[in-house]
């Protein structure tokens, strides 16, 4: 399996900026899609995540600004980010929960793509 991300980049504050993530490989299911960050110095954190059937869960701080969405049929997930702020620069992560045809769940990660907020 593995996770394929794209839409990062350098944007300035109050702009957009859209994040995609498509899973690949030996799926039987996916059970749920999100988005990590790390920001320098700091520890990953969640930012927003959402099950197969689409219940949304956001961290706080992005709340308002950011929405995910899925599309089950391409198992990808996107992240549409706006009112961008400073303190959302990070490399930002995908993950997900994915069973195989073998019943195994386990989580996978897709590489880091970078976003850069300026001020």
């Known amino acids: 399996v593995q996770l394929q991300a794209f839409g990062g980049g350098l944007v300035q504050a109050g702009g957009s900026l859209r994040l995609s993530c498509a899973a690949s490989?030996?799926?039987?299911?996916?059970?749920?899609m999100g988005w990590y960050r790390q920001a320098p110095g700091k520890e990953r954190e969640l930012v927003a995540s959402?099950?197969?059937?689409?219940?949304?869960n956001y961290t706080d701080s992005v709340k308002g600004r950011f929405t995910i969405s899925s599309d089950n049929a391409k198992n990808t997930v996107y992240l549409q980010m706006n009112s961008l702020k400073p303190e959302d620069t990070a490399v930002y992560y995908c993950?997900?929960?994915?069973?195989?045809?073998?019943?195994?769940?386990?989580?996978?990660w897709g590489q880091g793509t970078k976003i850069t907020v300026s001020s």
């Open positions: 993950n997900a929960w994915i069973t195989n045809p073998g019943a195994l769940t386990r989580s996978y």
């Open positions: 490989g030996s799926i039987f299911s996916i059970d749920r």
């Open positions: 959402i099950t197969s059937g689409g219940k949304p």
